[in-house]
Every structure is written in C-alpha cells, then in structure tokens.
C-alpha cells in the first residue's frame, strides 16, 4: 500500500523555524513528483513547494519563495520542508502528496494528486 507520513509540526514562534519530513512508501520514490500544501482554518487548500529530484525540479509558492527549502532523499524515501523565518500566517495543517512523473510547477498550482497524507499542523504563534 501507498503511504505518505508526514511528521515535524508542532508550535513555532514568529521568525523560528521547523522541519517537516514526507517518509514515502509502497512506490517508487524517484518515479513521482512530491509535494506540500497546506490549508489554514477557513481557506482553501494551496500549494506550498513541490520537488522532482530526478529531473532537478522545484516549485514554490510566491508567499514562502525564499523563504522555505524543498529537498529530497531518495535513500530514505523522504522529502523535507524547511521552514525558517515563519509567520504567523503559515498556520495551516501541512500535508505532503505524490504524482507520478510530473513538473514540479503543474503539480503545485493544482490540487488533484494521486496520494495524499494524513497531515501534520503547524501552528505559528507567540
């Protein structure tokens, strides 16, 4: 079976930082295209950062580009997000999906994906 894990969230001061993990299994990893997105109480779901590690892709969304890094590691089957620098307006529950082969950027500007996980909230507050 396909499972995506995400874990890493938790509370976060204004400017502090947290790293979240994606731990993929069931599939080929470097077949698929990875990614975050997130969904703040009362908003719609969006795209954070995606990342095709083979064809050395990445995506981010206008509102953490420069601030947050995409990686991969195909040796233990797991993406990270770096989150430095937060605000508290990237409160949201954090979830981590995967596409087969696709572009990092038609993956994040859309929100139907083949695997989706559970979810982990990230909660910026002082």
């Not at 703040?40 to 969304?61: M, Q």
């Amino acid at each position: 079976d396909v499972q995506l894990v995400e874990s890493g969230g938790g509370l976060a001061q204004p400017g502090g930082s947290l790293r979240l993990s994606c731990t993929a299994s069931g599939f080929i990893f470097d077949d698929y295209t990875i990614g975050w997105f997130r969904q703040a109480p009362g908003k719609e779901r969006e795209g954070v950062s995606c990342i095709n590690s083979v064809l050395g892709e990445t995506y981010y969304a206008d509102s953490v580009k420069g601030r947050f890094t995409i990686s991969a590691d195909s040796t233990n089957n797991t993406v990270y997000l770096q989150m430095p620098s937060l605000k508290p307006e990237d409160t949201a529950v954090y979830y981590c999906a995967a596409d087969l082969w696709t572009s990092a950027h038609t993956m994040g500007t859309n929100l139907n994906h083949d695997y989706w996980g559970q979810g982990t909230l990230v909660t910026v507050s002082s």
